[in-house]
């Protein structure tokens, strides 16, 4: 990973964004911004009501392609940290599934930094999503809009 400040956790344990961002920040006098986005599992999905999402991944892969995303990151904004942390498992309705955090000088970077890291995390990473409807399970299929908000930073969707 490009810094020691950059870090990719997967895992089905909820996180706590005040402790995370509070890690992101620890020790480092030069950072000015912080910007996070939380994704929670919401209780409507393409016109069906949802009640649960079970999430699953490859291990090891997973973290790797999220480690390259940041790469390109930084090479794009002038970054301090990034956190991202990936529930998988099961999860409720309401229940927190993606942190993306990242610390910068300025504003402008991080909010940049965190806008195209969940757009690009959104459909890049490999991750299988399962939701749960009155009428049964159904896999989530890759999005045109997540595919066209990559397409905004100058990146082909693989889904396409």
């Not at 904004?77 to 927190?96: K, M």
């Not at 955090?101 to 990473?125: I, N, P, W």
């Not at 409807?133 to 045109?144: H, Q």
Request: hydrophobic letters at 45%.
């Amino acid at each position: 990973m490009s810094s020691p400040r950059d870090t990719v956790t997967i895992q089905t344990a909820d996180f706590d964004l005040g402790a995370e961002v509070a890690r992101l920040r620890e020790g480092d006098g030069g950072v000015g911004a912080v910007a996070a986005f939380i994704g929670t599992v919401r209780d409507r999905s393409e016109g069906a009501s949802v009640s649960a999402m079970e999430l699953e991944h490859y291990p090891g892969m997973t973290e790797r392609a999220i480690e390259a995303m940041i790469e390109e990151a930084r090479r794009r904004f002038a970054l301090r940290g990034v956190r991202v942390i990936h529930r998988v498992g099961l999860l409720e309705l309401g229940d927190q599934i993606v942190l993306v955090a990242v610390s910068s000088a300025h504003r402008g970077e991080a909010f940049q930094a965190c806008e195209f890291l969940m757009d690009y995390l959104k459909t890049q990473a490999p991750f299988w999503k399962k939701e749960t409807t009155p009428e049964g399970a159904r896999w989530v299929d890759a999005r045109v809009a997540d595919d066209a908000a990559l397409a905004r930073w100058g990146i082909e969707a693989r889904n396409a």
